[in-house]
Structure formats: structure tokens, C-alpha cells
């Protein structure tokens, strides 16, 4: 059974700094896809950015420059690195790998 946790998640103040982690579990194979979506309070799950286990970047436009995907195929880990935090980044983060498997969230909440 595939398990995707999330950890990282919290309160900063705008322009501060959060790292999210994803460790993916209970599968014999690495996944070529994985990604992280956010959904506001009030508004639907969007896609922030995915990655594919060769290094392909994909990035919603409104984090394109603060936000970096990245992962470690070796620990089936992905990380999302976010910068220059602006309060309408505030929503839950979930990880998601090959479209099909979720995580259940991280809060991340800015402050003005």
C-alpha cells in the first residue's frame, strides 16, 4: 500500500522561508511523477509544481522563481522549497505521486 507523508509545514511571516518534505513508501518502484498541490481555504486543489524522476520541472505561474521542486529518487523523497512567502500561499499542501496517490497535507500558513 502506497503511504506519501508530508512534514515540514507551519507559520511564517511573508518573505520568510518553509521546506516541504514527501516521503512515498509501500511501493517497489520509483515514481516517475510526483508533485505537490495546494488548496486554499474556500477555493480547489491547484498544482503547485511536479517533477519527473529525470529532472523535469513543471510550475504553476504564480510560484515560478519562489518555489523549487526537487527530489532524491534513491529515498522516493520529494522536496518543495518555498521563498518570498506571500500570505495568498496560505493552504494545505499535499503531495501527490504518478496523479494517483495523495498524501494527506501539510498546513502552511503566512502572515502579512
Known amino acids: 500500500q502506497v503511504q506519501l507523508v508530508e512534514s515540514g509545514g507551519g507559520a511564517v511571516q511573508a518573505g520568510g522561508s518553509l521546506r516541504l518534505s514527501c516521503a512515498a513508501s509501500g511501493s517497489t518502484f520509483s515514481f516517475d511523477n510526483m508533485g505537490w498541490f495546494r488548496q486554499a481555504p474556500g477555493k480547489a486543489r491547484e498544482l503547485a509544481a511536479t517533477i519527473t524522476s529525470g529532472g523535469t520541472t513543471n510550475y504553476a505561474d504564480s510560484v515560478k522563481g519562489r518555489f523549487t521542486i526537487s527530489r532524491d529518487n534513491g529515498k522516493n523523497t520529494v522536496y518543495l522549497q518555498m521563498n518570498s512567502l506571500k500570505p495568498e500561499d496560505t493552504a494545505v499542501y499535499y503531495c501527490?505521486?504518478?496523479?494517483?496517490?495523495w498524501g494527506k497535507g501539510t498546513l502552511v500558513t503566512v502572515s502579512s
Open positions: 501527490n505521486a504518478q496523479w494517483l496517490y
